[in-house]
């Protein structure tokens, strides 16, 4: 069974602030995905990443996937209130089943 | 193009009672997985339809089943409700194409307690 960790579970900081969150794995994924679900809606993909070693930025949001496309982070620069939310990150395999973590509950206060 | 859309947004039934949730996905994805979210859990996979065909299954009871029609369209059913199937259940397409890489497109979700 594959599972995805993801760390920290809670995390609050000030608006400004970098952080990073984190998604470890014992297991081999061919591409990890990085979603983003607000109170009350569905996840929303932010970013796939396929390559071991690949970075990829999305404005203040940077991601990585480790070397071995075991673990991947995420890194945001300069938080700002409107990033408050839940933070999953998603391994997909060959059998078309993507395995989410349980995510990092991230709050951005003004 | 329409996202996937979810109906009901919100439901309330009581133990032994049995429902149904409909998904409809994005146009032209063949794919759609089922998730049961918790806060104690987290995201929980149901089942995955691909093509009318049943083609993942997660570990849940067998009051858990889904179908998937010729549109793509797809309902969950849930008999004999009990309280710990209060939850967001979430419906997501994907297009399961070769360079998809299993990315997921998911709806609002529908809203299920039970009392």
């Known amino acids: 069974t594959q599972l995805l960790e993801q760390s920290p579970q809670f995390l609050s900081i000030q608006e400004g602030e970098n952080l990073t969150v984190y998604c470890n794995s014992s297991?081999?994924?061919?591409?990890l995905q990085w979603y983003r679900q607000e109170p009350g809606e569905g996840p929303v993909l932010l970013v796939t990443?396929?390559?071991?070693?690949e970075v990829k930025k999305l404005k203040r949001l940077t991601f990585q996937f480790g070397d071995a496309r075991k673990d991947s982070s995420l890194h945001i620069t300069a938080a700002q209130p409107g990033d408050t939310g839940l933070y999953l990150c998603a391994g997909g395999g060959s059998n078309y089943k993507l395995t989410f973590g349980k995510g990092t509950l991230l709050t951005v206060n003004p | 193009k329409a996202g996937v859309t979810q109906t009901p947004r919100y439901l309330i039934k009581t133990r032994g009672q049995q429902v149904t949730l409909s998904c409809s996905p994005i146009?032209?994805?063949?794919?759609v997985s089922w998730y049961q979210q918790t806060p104690g859990q987290g995201l929980q996979f149901l089942f995955e339809?691909?093509?009318?065909?049943?083609?993942n299954k997660g570990n849940f009871p067998g009051r858990f089943s889904g179908r998937q029609f010729s549109n793509s369209r797809s309902e969950m059913n849930v008999s004999t409700l009990e309280l710990g199937d209060s939850a967001l259940y979430l419906c997501a397409s994907s297009s399961q194409g070769l360079s998809s890489y299993n990315e997921q497109f998911f709806g609002p979700g529908t809203r299920l307690t039970v009392l």
């Open positions: 990443v396929v390559t071991g070693g």
């Open positions: 339809y691909f093509s009318e065909t049943q083609r």
């Open positions: 146009s032209g994805h063949r794919s």
């Open positions: 297991s081999v994924f061919s591409s």
